[in-house]
């Protein structure tokens, strides 16, 4: 006789990619403490019960949501750096991105991760900024440093600098945004930005 094997339980009923994006988008327009676990059952469409299940409780949730943020939306000022063939090219396309993204939705101004986050003093929260901040500079400065080599900036070009106000200049187009800076202003700052970093000259000794 032959036994037959148990059922393993139902099917699971919802996709946990599109759940966190749901998640995001509220996080991203309400900030951590004003979303609360109804507003965000609501958004899932999940029940609480079936939330914490699969992501933990609210904090743990927002860390996801975040990873699911820097891999979908974040990433796309460096992926269209790395479509262009030169590093002019990148940049423009690099800042004019965080444009994008940033001004989309009137409902989901500034950046998740730039603008939102960092107003929680979530310490897995706070380590996973300093984290992903390290990270995305590295990036950045690897590219430059690679167009210093294809003799597209000078020899003595510092990578790390230009990386370090690239990503200040992100962060501040990010700010603008949610504080309600028109985009056509926002892609001035591109501009400005593009030739701040391709410009960029070492900071004097202290």
Not at 164 to 171: E, I, K, M, Q, S
Not at 187 to 196: E, F, P, R, V
Request: charged fraction near 25%; aromatic fraction near 8%; charge should be positive.
């Amino acid at each position: 006789m032959i036994e037959k094997s148990r059922p393993r339980g139902r099917p699971r009923s919802y996709d946990p990619e599109v759940a966190l994006d749901r998640a995001a988008l509220l996080f991203w327009a309400n900030g951590f403490s004003a979303t609360s676990l109804d507003d965000l059952s609501a958004a899932m469409g999940m029940g609480r019960p079936s939330i914490y299940n699969a992501f933990g409780d609210k904090e743990a949730l927002f860390l996801r949501a975040l990873q699911r943020y820097r891999d979908t939306v974040a990433l796309t000022p460096l992926r269209a750096l790395e479509a262009e063939d030169s590093i002019s090219e990148g940049l423009g396309a690099f800042f004019r991105q965080f444009v994008a993204y940033t001004t989309a939705d009137r409902s989901h101004l500034g950046c998740l991760i730039g603008t939102v986050a960092p107003a929680t003093d979530l310490p897995d929260v706070q380590s996973f900024l300093k984290t992903n901040l390290a990270a995305f500079e590295a990036q950045i400065a690897e590219h430059l440093a690679a167009a210093v080599r294809r003799g597209e900036l000078p020899r003595d070009y510092p990578a790390k600098i230009g990386a370090r106000r690239a990503v200040n200049a992100g962060l501040a187009i990010s700010a603008r945004a949610r504080f309600g800076t028109p985009r056509r202003v926002l892609l001035k700052d591109a501009a400005d930005a593009t030739s701040m970093v391709l410009g960029v000259q070492r900071a004097p000794e202290s």
